[in-house]
């Protein structure tokens, strides 16, 4: 499985737009790119999933560059619900994704 | 759908006892996976059937931990004996197709005193 780096930790005030990038250099022609929320004393939440250039749903962007080395959740306009941890996952569709640390985003009022 | 259903909710034992956890899948999905997090090691898969049959249990931490899914809408996770370290909170689960999108349920928080 591709290895995936995300910062840590990230704050932002509210109403503000949020990136949060994921690098994984090693990711292989048919992997894919998904993205999952954590709410404290939750489960995790699918977000979003992209093969290739950009995805939008609801909740959140995904925009994913040509070499596909790395990729950027966008969370517009957030607010304090939006504090949670944000895991990039890279893997193909018949492989358990592995769940790193991820990215613990804290909105502040 | 009510989701992913997990029992208990917390689970207080003492070092020891078995425990077991519970597990209801999505109605329909062909896959469940048992995961179990820690502020330490993060969130960790520990093995997932499809169809009923374990497909891969390398994350099962040794032989004191066990899991069965009978059929299609019910699985356990056993820990006997169970000891301090396997305190976590333990995730249930399910996806309707592939790895990719799972749905998880709320957790079994476990206490092992």
């Known amino acids: 499985l591709a290895k995936t780096t995300q910062p840590i930790s990230m704050d932002s005030y509210e109403g503000q737009e949020v990136n949060i990038t994921c690098s994984h250099n090693?990711?292989?022609?048919?992997?894919?790119i998904t993205w999952y929320q954590q709410f404290p004393s939750q489960g995790p939440r699918f977000i979003i999933q992209?093969?290739?250039t950009k995805v939008t749903n609801e909740v959140a962007s995904l925009f994913i560059p040509a070499d596909r080395k790395s990729s950027t959740l966008s969370l517009p306009r957030v607010s304090l619900s939006d504090t949670a941890v944000y895991y990039c996952?890279?893997?193909?569709?018949?492989?358990?994704?592995?769940f790193g640390k991820g990215t613990r985003l804290s909105v502040i009022a | 759908d009510a989701g992913v259903i997990q029992s208990p909710r917390h689970e207080v034992t003492e070092m020891g006892q078995e425990v077991t956890l519970r597990c209801k899948p999505i109605?329909?999905?062909?896959?469940l996976f048992w995961y179990r997090q820690t502020m330490m090691r993060g969130l960790e898969l520990l093995i997932y059937?499809?169809?009923?049959?374990?497909?891969?249990d390398s994350g099962m931490p040794e032989d004191r931990f066990s899991a069965k899914m009978p059929n299609a809408s019910f699985s356990t996770l056993k820990i006997q004996p169970s000891e301090p370290r396997d305190s976590a909170v333990y995730f249930c689960?399910?996806?309707?197709?592939?790895?990719?999108?799972?749905?998880f349920g709320p957790g079994t928080r476990l206490t092992v005193l």
């Open positions: 689960a399910s996806s309707p197709r592939d790895n990719s999108k799972q749905y």
């Open positions: 090693n990711i292989a022609t048919n992997d894919y």
């Open positions: 992209g093969y290739k």
């Open positions: 996952l890279v893997g193909p569709w018949d492989t358990p994704l592995v």
């Open positions: 109605s329909g999905h062909d896959y």
């Open positions: 059937f499809n169809n009923n049959v374990p497909i891969d």
